[in-house]
C-alpha cells in the first residue's frame, strides 16, 4: 500500500516571503499522480496543484510550484510571495492508476502553515 | 468545479444509536468516496463506489457501511454510533479526465 508522509506538522512564514512544505511517500507504481490539496478555516478542500509522475517537468500555478524528485519519491510545495490567504492546513496526496484501487487517493497527515503580517 | 452537497452538515448524536450521511453529486461522476479527517492523520478512505451498486473498503472501514443506489447519491450509515466515530466527514467524487478529487463541504458529527 501506498504511504504519504508530512515531516512538518506546522509551518510558518512572513507575508511576502517563500515558504516550501515538504512531501515524501512510498509506492512500487511508476506512474501516478500527486496533489497539493489546501483547507483553510472554512474547511473546503481546495486542488492547489497536480503533478503526473511520467511527466519530468514540475507543475506551476501562479504561485505555487512542486518540486518533483521522482527518484527519492519526493514532492514538495513551494508558495512564493505568501499572502495571509494562503493560511491554511495543506495536504499532500498520491493516487494510482489502478483503477483496481478504486483510484483512490491517499493523504498525507497534513502541514498548518501560518503566515505572519 | 462539481457540484458536491453534504448533509447534514453538523449533527450530535447519543453513542449507539444510528446516524446517516448524505452526499449528492450533479456531476455523473463514476466514483466517489467517504474520507473521515481527525487531527494527527490526515484524511482517511473509510468506503468508496465505482459504480451504482458497486462498492468496496477504505482502510477505516469498521463500523461503516454505504450505499449507492443512484449515480448522484452515496449514503454513509454508522449501525451504531460510538465515540471515536466523531470527525469529521468527507465526500468527494472523481473528476476522470484530470483525476483529481471534488470534495463536498464535509459534516462534522459529534458522538456523546
Known amino acids: 500500500a501506498q504511504t504519504v508522509t508530512q515531516s512538518q506538522p506546522e509551518m510558518s512564514v512572513q507575508e511576502a516571503e517563500t515558504v516550501t512544505l515538504s512531501c515524501t511517500y512510498d509506492?512500487?507504481?511508476?506512474?501516478?499522480?500527486l496533489f497539493w490539496y489546501k483547507q483553510p478555516p472554512s474547511r473546503q478542500m481546495i486542488l492547489v496543484i497536480r503533478?503526473?509522475?511520467?511527466?519530468?517537468q514540475n507543475a506551476t500555478e501562479n504561485r505555487f510550484s512542486v518540486n518533483f524528485q521522482k527518484a527519492a519519491k519526493s514532492f514538495s510545495l513551494k508558495i512564493s510571495d505568501s499572502q495571509l490567504g494562503d493560511a491554511a492546513m495543506y495536504f499532500c496526496?498520491?493516487?494510482?492508476?489502478?483503477?483496481?484501487?478504486?483510484?483512490?487517493?491517499?493523504f498525507g497527515e497534513g502541514t498548518q502553515l501560518t503566515v505572519n503580517p | 468545479d462539481a457540484g458536491i452537497t453534504q448533509s447534514p452538515r453538523h449533527k450530535v448524536t447519543e453513542t449507539g444509536t444510528p446516524v446517516t450521511l448524505r452526499c449528492h453529486q450533479t456531476e455523473n461522476h463514476r466514483y466517489m468516496y467517504w474520507y473521515r479527517q481527525d487531527p494527527g492523520h490526515g484524511l482517511r478512505l473509510i468506503h468508496y463506489?465505482?459504480?451504482?451498486?458497486?462498492?468496496d473498503k477504505g482502510e477505516v472501514s469498521d463500523g461503516y457501511s454505504v450505499s449507492r443506489s443512484k449515480t448522484e447519491d452515496f449514503l454513509l450509515t454508522l449501525e451504531s454510533a460510538t465515540s471515536s466515530q466523531t470527525s469529521v466527514y468527507f465526500c468527494?467524487?472523481?473528476?476522470?479526465?484530470?483525476?483529481?478529487?471534488?470534495f463536498g463541504e464535509g459534516s462534522r458529527l459529534t458522538v456523546l
Open positions: 503533478q503526473e509522475a511520467y511527466k519530468q
Open positions: 468527494a467524487s472523481l473528476r476522470t479526465a484530470r483525476g483529481e478529487l471534488f
Open positions: 463506489s465505482y459504480g451504482v451498486k458497486d462498492t
Open positions: 496526496a498520491y493516487r494510482s492508476p489502478q483503477e483496481t484501487s478504486g483510484s483512490r487517493l491517499t
Open positions: 509506492t512500487s507504481e511508476s506512474d501516478y499522480y
